[in-house]
């Protein structure tokens, strides 16, 4: 069984991308860290119900350990936009083929195993969640934010193969709906300045 883990926004620069949520829902976000594995650096926003949203970009002043980013950030030129989702998953060795390879990586007091393929690609375009496994001991990202007054109220995932997709995975999670059609995300939010989406 997955769990909704966090949301990712991709952009070409994290400045941007972060004026790009913080206009849309009225809040701030805090600042997030350095991922020197993949060249990149983001920022974040607490959400209700213990998950939270990143923003994620290139690092323009880091090279990237792994020769190539994630999230498909070697291939990104667009407005920033919602990318990918990514999922708890109990057993990081169990998670299927098309999700890519789990890589472990640490940042100050964080541990985590997450997938990857090998090119930095997301599958399915990011239609099909990264899956993700919090090292025991590790205390989740969403619990050290500020909580924002924003509760994340419906995420919606269209894509072609939206059937095959739901296929594989296992999330029992009503905020979650997959659809048939042309590929597209849009998350809704309660904020405090009433309901917005991405």
């Known amino acids: ?9 991709a952009c070409t620069s994290l400045e941007e991308g972060t004026a ?12 997030g860290g350095q991922h020197p594995r993949y060249g990149t650096h983001n920022t974040l926003l607490g959400l209700a119900d213990g998950i939270y949203l990143e923003v994620i970009a290139k690092d323009p002043d880091a090279t990237p ?31 299927p083929r098309v999700a890519g390879v789990a890589r472990a990586l ?11 393929p090998d090119d930095g690609s997301l599958p399915f375009g990011g239609a ?38 739901a296929d ?9 709906q997959m659809t048939t059609g042309d590929f597209a995300m849009q998350a809704t939010f309660e904020t405090p300045h009433g309901v917005r989406t991405l």
């Open 106 to 116: 640490t940042r100050g007091d964080l541990a985590w195993q997450i997938t990857v």
């Open 168 to 176: 594989m995975i296992v999330l029992n999670d009503p905020r979650v």
């Open 20 to 31: 790009w949520v913080q206009d849309r829902l009225g809040v701030a976000l805090q600042q």
């Open 1 to 9: 069984m997955l769990i909704l883990d966090h949301l990712a926004v």
């Open 128 to 165: 099909f969640p990264t899956l993700i496994e919090w090292a025991k001991g590790t205390r989740h990202p969403a619990s050290k934010l500020a909580q924002s007054g924003c509760k994340l109220l419906q995420f919606e995932i269209a894509h072609p193969y939206a059937n095959e997709i």
């Open 65 to 95: 350990e792994a020769g190539h980013s994630w999230f498909d950030l070697d291939r990104f030129y667009s407005t920033p936009r919602l990318a990918n989702w990514i999922c708890q998953i109990e057993d990081i060795a169990a998670a």
